[in-house]
């Protein structure tokens, strides 16, 4: 039997509709519940229905945490409607909890009167030891400001599975696709995709497929057929308004992918990725992989000192290098980034941010890099660095820093975080005859004034010629070593380091010669507030903005791809505001950056918690600067995110 505790009904807020724009959704659970696998296709029936979404998967840094303990849950948010959607939502509405622990961690951060979901299955005396309960919280009112509809979701899925014939472990295995069965039941969602997506992936097992679609079927029935008042309602969430066209959902490490294979083919060259496995970078190595008939070759080197060793040769014969790590591999790579620029080769290097410093915090999102990006090398060793700023938006940032690197014969860093790289949203696929190819060339004769060859001369943009190993007559020296300004001969004398210590740097300068001016992208071009950001704080810093105008604020939101160089125009558009709010998830970094550029006092709002900003921390910060106090630090939001810390001090 279920157990049914009314209360506001968090998606309508009260009122007599069944249809709200945008909901909530998060699935918590042990870390082997199966929880991202339930999200991932929740999100892909949610696609196929035409709703705009944003995800946030969430899962512990532990390989395989003790089952049933706090440290050992998973999660998967989803934000979803028929509205524009840029961010996975502040508060979940409904909360899918597996078990004690799952619940504990998640509660708080449910919207007074949202929805619980829970499994009476796994509350039992063990598992709520685990999750540090000393009564159940099903039973003892805690609960009550929230609706509560629990029941045995695991005896359900067993009596679903049983015509099966599985052993009790592989049945409740099934738990998960008999929730998203009963969520595709509440949110009026397809199942035939995702039956078709469990046929294809259990081909080699037809039992299990069979079973899961039970267990899938069986969910959705019991939201069906059961006869309760109260919680369990069907809502229709009605498709948002889109432009034609073909779209796909994509995670950022999807669309980077596809990114640097476009901006490949746009250069008419192979690519050739050197990479080691890293949180949150590594499903970029496994989706280039997959990518091999579009001339890709992937490269899993011994560390990553040979990953970006391995690119950099490659460049050097002529295809495109590339590769990619998080804040750890980043510092390793640092000399061999000095190489790339020290010998002038074009090479794109991803670094998927995570918390740090060291080892830091695998699993959680943080923008603590920049530093690293800009200023991390020794020497004065410049570099063009970009920040993408949304899932999609890798796809697009890839292709600019592929065709920096090609044209300025220069590495390129391309910055994304963990919450960008695992992060879905939908992506409408651009139309390849849109976009304009940037075809490398290649020297193929001697190019001095006197029939010589000159390795280090320079084009108009200030990058040297790209020449081939094994061209006849052009050979030429290449290394880590001072080169002589036009022959590339060794040459470390004072004049001659001077020299090309100018045009390397004179050269990455040049870049904001390509690329667009800065715009605002809410707001108008002067007043009282600017919230500058950069990367994955797009979503909540626009959403804040928006919604603090509709109030009648006078703020603007500026947001900088080109982090270095910046935009020549920037400077002058920051300093037609008043006050200049600067949110990032470290502890100040672009602020500086913006200060030393500009001499503007550009004002912090910090957040180091490895949490993603919220709308209303943003707006709160909006409404705090205008009325006179500038920035500051967000703490760590215990109502957020899963957090040990706060349920078990």
Not at 256 to 268: H, M
Not at 498 to 522: C, N, S
Not at 543 to 569: E, T, Y
Request: with cysteine; hydrophobic share 40%; aromatic share 6%.
């Amino acid at each position: 039997m279920a157990t049914l505790v009314d209360g506001p009904d968090a998606l309508t807020g009260g009122k007599d509709t069944s249809n709200p724009e945008a909901v909530v959704v998060r699935f918590a659970g042990d870390s082997g519940d199966g929880m991202q696998l339930t999200g991932g296709q929740f999100t892909l029936s949610t696609a196929l229905a035409g709703n705009d979404l944003a995800t946030f998967p969430d899962f512990p840094a532990e390989i395989r945490a003790p089952q049933g303990t706090l440290f050992g849950v998973s999660a998967f948010q989803i934000n979803f409607g028929s509205t524009e959607i840029d961010t996975a939502g502040d508060q979940p509405d409904v909360l899918v909890a597996m078990n004690p622990a799952a619940l504990k961690t998640n509660v708080g951060a449910l919207k007074v009167g949202g929805l619980i979901i829970a499994d009476t299955g796994e509350f039992n005396k063990r598992n709520l030891e685990k999750a540090k309960y000393e009564v159940n919280p099903l039973e003892d009112g805690s609960l009550e400001k929230w609706q509560l509809l629990a029941f045995d979701i695991s005896a359900l899925t067993l009596e679903a599975v049983k015509p099966f014939g599985l052993g009790n472990k592989e049945a409740l295995r099934c738990k998960n696709m008999w929730t998203l069965g009963l969520a595709l039941w509440m949110f009026d969602r397809d199942r035939q995709p995702l039956i078709d997506w469990l046929n294809a992936k259990f081909a080699k097992n037809p039992v299990l497929a069979e079973a899961n679609v039970a267990a899938l079927n069986a969910g959705h029935a019991y939201g069906e057929t059961a006869e309760l008042a109260g919680p369990l309602k069907q809502y229709h969430i009605a498709p948002v308004e889109s432009e034609p066209g073909l779209y796909r959902t994509v995670t950022g490490a999807e669309a980077i992918s596809l990114g640097l294979v476009a901006g490949a083919q746009l250069a008419e060259l192979p690519m050739f990725f050197g990479g080691y496995p890293i949180t949150p970078a590594s499903a970029i190595l496994h989706n280039l992989a997959r990518l091999k008939e579009y001339g890709v070759t992937t490269f899993q080197a011994e560390d990553e000192i040979a990953a970006i060793a391995s690119a950099i040769g490659a460049s050097y014969a002529g295809q495109l290098g590339v590769t990619s790590s998080s804040g750890p591999g980043i510092a390793l790579k640092g000399e061999a980034m000095g190489l790339a620029i020290m010998t002038e080769l074009p090479l794109v290097i991803v670094n998927s941010q995570r918390g740090g410093p060291s080892t830091g915090l695998p699993t959680k999102t943080e923008q603590s890099d920049l530093y690293q990006a800009v200023y991390g090398r020794n020497g004065d060793a410049p570099m063009p660095v970009i920040a993408a700023r949304s899932p999609s938006d890798c796809f697009e940032v890839a292709i600019e820093a592929v065709r920096i690197a090609v044209q300025y014969m220069t590495p390129v860093m391309v910055l994304t975080d963990g919450y960008i790289a695992n992060a879905a949203e939908p992506w409408k696929v651009p139309d390849p005859a849109t976009i304009k190819p940037f075809p490398a060339t290649f020297l193929g004769e001697k190019n001095g004034p006197n029939g010589e060859l000159l390795p280090f001369a320079r084009d108009e943009k200030g990058a040297r010629p790209w020449i081939k190993p094994g061209t006849p007559g052009l050979m030429h020296r290449i290394g880590g070593i001072e080169k002589n300004p036009g022959t590339g001969n060794i040459d470390y004398s004072p004049a001659s380091h001077q020299i090309m210590t100018d045009a390397r740097r004179d050269k990455v300068d040049g870049v904001t010669h390509t690329i667009p001016l800065q715009d605002v992208v809410h707001g108008e071009a002067s007043g009282k507030l600017v919230v500058v950001g950069w990367g994955s704080t797009y979503g909540p810093i626009y959403q804040a903005v928006r919604r603090a105008r509709r109030k009648g604020l006078d703020v603007s939101h500026v947001h900088v791809r080109h982090i270095w160089p910046m935009p020549s125009n920037l400077g002058d558009l920051l300093k037609a505001y008043d006050k200049v709010l600067v949110p990032e998830m470290n502890t100040g970094q672009f602020k500086t950056v913006l200060r030393d550029q500009f001499l503007i006092d550009a004002q912090p709002l910090n957040k180091t918690s490895g949490q993603p900003f919220t709308i209303a921390e943003i707006e709160e910060a909006i409404v705090a600067a205008l009325g006179g106090d500038v920035g500051g630090e967000v703490d760590a939001d215990k109502t957020q995110l899963p957090s040990i810390k706060s349920v078990n001090p």
